[in-house]
């Protein structure tokens, strides 16, 4: 499967405890995506990358959420002291750099924050 | 920025009938327009896009028309089935490097 893949799919933590996801996007795909989504919304952006750079994070985005693209491949999006108000799927995609606007989305990471 | 209004859900209809969801946006300049769809279990994927005034997408017996006028990009389908039983998002793109601005999704359930 060549698709976006994301790990792992679903984390169970405690609040206060730091969780790290990770997104592994299309080979030849450069720009990659996070977003999050919660229970009857659609997704809102987080941040995303072009390469290694990160190009624009979300005001959503606080200083307990960092991202990373280290060698322009595959990116971990982590949390740090987790509150019950980040449980929501957390979302990758991928798509080339071009303003066409396809992104390909992985399954997402669920997130529950007890 | 970009924002968007769909119509709320859930929407229920009986198989083979006409399908519209409704998508008006606010942008500044000329965004491309997308129709985004997630089945049950599945990740989002493109269903359709626009990019100019008056283009319209198409995809598996799906059409939307972008209407710069009304600021609008309303789904429609003839005939549903229960496989198109899925939450339906539209987007929104400015030109550049912008990300996709979501709505709040459309779930629709097909009956047979």
């Known amino acids: 499967d060549t698709g976006v893949s994301q790990d792992p799919r679903h984390k169970i933590t405690k609040r206060g405890q730091n969780v790290t996801f990770r997104c592994d996007p299309i080979s030849e795909h450069n720009r990659l995506y996070w977003y999050r989504q919660t229970l009857g919304q659609g997704p809102e952006f987080l941040t995303y990358?072009?390469?290694?750079?990160?190009?624009?994070k979300s005001r959503l985005l606080s200083d307990r959420f960092s991202a990373e693209r280290p060698k322009g491949s595959f990116s971990t999006l982590e949390i740090q002291r987790t509150e019950q108000g980040d449980s929501a799927m957390y979302l990758c995609?991928?798509?080339?750099?071009?303003?066409?606007?396809?992104?390909?989305f992985g399954e997402g990471s669920r997130l529950t924050v007890l | 920025g970009n924002s968007v209004t769909q119509m709320e859900g859930p929407v229920t209809l009986s198989e083979e009938a006409f399908l519209t969801i409704n998508c008006t946006y606010t942008a500044t300049g000329y965004p491309s327009l997308f129709w985004y769809v997630q089945y049950p279990g599945e990740g989002l994927q493109l269903l359709l896009k626009a990019t100019k005034a008056d283009d319209k997408g198409s995809n598996k017996g799906f059409e939307a028309t972008y209407r710069k006028e009304t600021t609008s990009f309303h789904l429609e389908k003839g005939s549903v089935q229960v496989s198109d039983s899925a939450v339906y998002f539209c987007a929104p793109r400015n030109s550049g490097n912008t990300p996709l601005v979501f709505g709040k999704g459309t779930r629709l359930s097909v009956i047979a």
């Open positions: 995609a991928s798509s080339v750099s071009s303003n066409t606007g396809e992104l390909f």
């Open positions: 990358f072009q390469n290694e750079a990160q190009l624009e």
